[in-house]
């Protein structure tokens, strides 16, 4: 069996095409004459490869590319009908709660938020037929124990579906923990350079797999021939990125919680963070995202003073970004929801990129001292 950096460099390379390195790229909507393929709603050459080696890459067995993170979860809910309820993690990513409130609530089906952290706030119904978990998760860096929730979800007649954005299946693999899907952005680590739009899901199991390819196929929400290249490209450098995105964000850490101006820092990477223990049983590594709450609530002079630390929406990418949650990924959620679960005034998110280490702590301190005259 290949190790995971080999994979993610040379690809699943299903097929030999003239001896071409670089995977092509088949931009065209339909085949002439073709045993394989017959229109690019239903099967690309390059998005196949894509979807082939993210499945390797996540020691599944099945994989999809859509043209969004949200699109591949659209499509994980899409795998409910009318009646059913999910059991869903309370602190997740802006876009998600999105997507419940205002269209999947819409169609009878049933959402419980929940701090998943714990199983016995796991409301489990008889009507429960998925758990869908974020972990760690956004933006307050909750870590959720996958094997429990896999345990509960099976021992109820439901599937788990994990969320590994953050982490990317270079340092997580949520379907050997027992997982029934691994859903995740593909736009963030996995292409790594701020430039594409991407959502993969991969199952190891052939019904849910038979029903992903019909669900993709109908409503149209497959990755592009170019974006697919454009994720391909990203792959080759998962790992060395990755090794380099939470060594910094480790750095940034250590710096954050030593500084005066700053109340708390969420990372599971520091020994203090409750979910600390839990991430290395389930995970290799601790990511390159980080929160941090300031001890007032200055925080514009902050978020726009950063020279390396760019102030914009997403993560993942080899740039640094700063990021507003409150306004930003997370402007969706009512505020006394934001609150609750500790999306306040003063919290700051972090994506730490590819910059150098030192240059990225001086970026950090200047940017402390900045404050509104």
């Known amino acids: 069996m290949k190790h995971i950096e080999t994979i993610a460099s040379h690809g699943a390379e299903s097929r030999s095409y003239e001896g071409a390195v670089s995977f092509p790229i088949f931009q ?49 809910f899409s795998l409910l009908k009318q009646g059913d309820h999910v059991l869903i993690s309370d602190d997740l990513y802006g876009g998600t709660y999105r997507l419940i409130e205002e269209i999947w609530s819409r169609f009878g089906i049933e959402f419980t938020f929940a701090d998943l952290r714990d199983l016995r706030n796991a409301c489990v119904k008889q009507n429960t037929k998925l758990i869908f978990a974020e972990t760690p998760t956004n933006p307050m860096m909750k870590v959720l124990p996958i094997r ?38 593909g736009t963030k680590f996995l292409s790594g350079h701020h430039d594409t739009v991407c959502g993969l899901l991969t199952t190891s199991s052939v019904e849910i797999a038979q029903r992903v ?6 409503l149209g929400n497959a990755l592009s021939p170019f974006d697919s290249w454009l994720t391909l490209r990203g792959l080759q450098t998962l790992p060395a990125r990755m090794e380099v995105h939470q060594k910094n964000a480790r750095a940034a850490a250590d710096f954050l919680q030593s500084h005066p101006r700053v ?111």
């Open 213 to 218: 390819s019909l669900i993709q196929r109908t």
């Open 28 to 76: 065209t909507s339909t085949y002439a004459g073709s045993e394989n393929f017959s229109y690019t709603r239903c099967g690309n050459p390059t998005r196949n490869e894509l979807e082939q080696t993210i499945a390797l890459l996540e020691k599944g067995t099945y994989g999809f590319a859509f043209a969004s993170g949200l699109a591949a979860i659209s499509t994980v």
């Open 148 to 185: 429990a929730l896999a345990d509960l979800a099976h021992e109820n007649g439901a599937l788990l579906a994990v969320d590994n954005t953050f982490l990317t299946p270079y340092l997580q693999q949520p379907l050997t923990l027992g997982a029934d899907l691994s859903v995740q952005s």
């Open 263 to 373: 109340e708390r820092v969420y990372y599971p990477g520091l020994p203090s963070h409750e979910g600390h223990e839990l991430m290395k049983q389930q995970s290799s590594g601790m990511g390159g995202v980080l929160s941090f709450a300031l001890k007032d609530e200055d925080v514009m002079p902050v978020l726009n003073g950063g020279k390396l630390f760019r102030f914009a929406e997403s993560l993942g990418g080899t740039t640094s970004l700063i990021t507003y949650p409150q306004t930003q990924t997370h402007a969706s959620v009512p505020r006394d929801v934001r609150e609750k679960i500790g999306i306040t005034p003063r919290l700051l998110r972090l994506s730490v990129g590819l910059e150098n280490t030192d240059d990225l702590i001086e970026d950090l301190e200047q940017m402390l001292q900045q404050k509104t005259i």
